[in-house]
């Protein structure tokens, strides 16, 4: 947050659901940082907000807050394991950046170019139309089955 307040002075950060770490634990942000702690429907913080982030440097599996994101058009920059099995390419879906100066670099680009940022997200909103979406997820899983099946019934033969 400090690379990008030292070029974006008016630049905020607003931290959406349960248990976020303490406000002290952001204290070269102070006065540019919002905790809304647990939200009913995160579309609504999706809608208003410029940029979502996601500076997530361990862990493992789908981060369905970044689905959420894609699927609601707001433009994301992550960490290379906040994006794994959603990501791969920088500025495909999302901007990628695992280093501090990349990170707020990227997020600097998608304030200073909406047209640039809005093509990224509605990628990215086109990819969970097409490879997340529950029709296509059920449609994939049928297809699996089927499969399954076909190759039972030739291996009974």
């Known amino acids: ?4 307040l030292a070029r974006v002075p008016n630049a905020r950060l607003i931290i959406a659901g349960s248990d976020p770490p303490p406000a002290h634990a952001y204290a070269d942000a102070e006065g540019h940082l919002e905790m809304l702690g647990f939200v009913d429907d995160v579309r609504e913080p999706l809608a ?3 940029v979502f982030v996601c500076p997530i440097l361990s862990g493992s599996g789908v981060r369905v807050k970044l689905l959420e994101a894609f699927a609601s058009g707001i433009p994301v920059v992550s960490t290379i394991v906040g994006a794994e099995g959603l990501a791969e390419k920088d500025g495909e879906f999302c901007a990628l950046s695992d280093s501090p100066e990349g990170f707020a670099e990227r997020v600097i680009k998608l304030f ?5 940022a809005a093509a990224m997200a509605a990628r990215a909103r086109a990819e969970v139309e097409k490879h ?6 059920t449609r ?3 297809e699996g089955y089927a499969e399954l099946v076909r190759q039972k019934r030739c291996g009974a033969d």
């Open 140 to 142: 994939k899983l049928v």
């Open 1 to 4: 947050m400090p690379l990008i």
């Open 48 to 50: 208003k907000y410029a």
């Open 112 to 116: 200073a170019d909406p047209d640039m």
């Open 132 to 137: 997340w979406d529950m029709a296509a997820i």
